[in-house]
Every structure is written in C-alpha cells, then in structure tokens.
C-alpha cells in the first residue's frame, strides 16, 4: 500500500486490511444477518455483504412473489438499520481508512447501496475508443465511461473463475512477503 501524509507532513503508512473481515464481523449487530458478513475490499472500498433471512410465503408463492418479497426484506432492512449501518461504516471508515458500502442479499435477490464510483484514469488507442463508442451508439451505455465499466463488468462475468485463482495467488504472494526471510 503507498504512504498518506499525515498531519504536519509526516508520512503516514496505510493501515492494514488484513483483520478487516474479523473486525466487521465483530462490530456488526448480532442477529442482522443469517450469516457472517462477506467482506470486499479493493484500494479504495470496503463493501459489507450481508445475507438476509427469506421470508416466508404460501406454497403456491410464484417466483414473482418470491422475487418481491425478498426486495421487500431488503427494503425494510436498510431502512430499519440505517442509523446503525452509519455508525458501523463511520468506524470502519476510520479504522481501515476507505469507504463502505453496504449489501444486501435475500435469496436470489442482491443489492448494493451508497457504493462508490471511482475514477479511473486510462489511456486507449482508437480502436479501443472505437469499440466504446459503438457501445455508446448502440445506446449500451450512455458515455464512454459506462461503456468501460460495461466491458469490465462482462470481462469479469466470463473470467470470474480465472479471477478468483489470480487473487489467490496474490494473496499467497503477499502472505510470503510479510513472512520475510524469518519466516521460511
């Protein structure tokens, strides 16, 4: 992680993640969740993943019913935890120095709230252009940013597996790395 700046222009180093998952679960309320939190965390975010009961229907529910009921949990959820929620992500906010973001999952049903949009600087040649602005001319998206974001979406849809092992494998590496030459 690269140093902050602190006060009076000491350098400051980014505080680690690595307890991150463990602390949240901790200071999340028992009993919101049907399970543990899932934790995501990038350079920048801190997402909170939190599973809720489904509710339960008639035998002769439709997935429609299904579909809606769950979006009414999560609806009820967020408005009944928001305080709570705030005060949760302020101290993580604080402790791990990012921003959360909050999720909610309920059966099939999933979504993410308050999360952030970061800028991403790049540099692409005219085909790659070419091929956002076709997707802005299709009215796939509605700039050239959203066509990229589309792209990385798709990409990460197709490659999630392939994904999921590079990540292990650079959490390996940094487990190696904080070992150090003692370690071994």
Do not use: N
């Not at 307890?19 to 009993?31: L, M, N």
């Not at 439709?62 to 769950?70: E, G, L, N, P, V």
Request: charged content about 30%; aromatic content about 6%.
């Amino acid at each position: 992680m690269s140093p902050r700046t602190a006060p009076h222009g000491a350098r400051q180093e980014s505080p680690t993640i690595d307890d991150a998952a463990a602390w949240i679960t901790g200071a999340t309320p028992d009993g919101w969740f049907s399970e543990p939190p899932q934790v995501v965390i990038d350079r920048d975010e801190i997402i909170i993943w939190g599973r809720l009961p489904e509710p339960q229907l008639a035998g002769d529910a439709t997935d429609a019913d299904r579909t809606a009921a769950q979006a009414g949990r999560i609806h009820q959820f967020r408005e009944d935890s928001r305080d709570d929620r705030i005060r949760v992500a302020r101290q993580v906010e604080h402790r791990y120095q990012r921003k959360v973001s909050w999720g909610l999952r309920c059966g099939g049903t999933e979504q993410l709230f308050s999360h952030l949009a970061a800028p991403v600087m790049t540099r692409l040649r005219q085909p790659e252009r070419q091929v956002l602005d076709t997707l802005v001319d299709a009215g796939v998206a509605r700039s050239r940013s959203e066509a990229l974001a589309w792209c990385v979406r798709l990409v990460g849809r197709h490659t999630d597996d392939w994904l999921a092992q590079l990540r292990q494998a650079m959490a390996t590496v940094d487990d190696l790395r904080r070992q150090g030459p003692e370690g071994v």
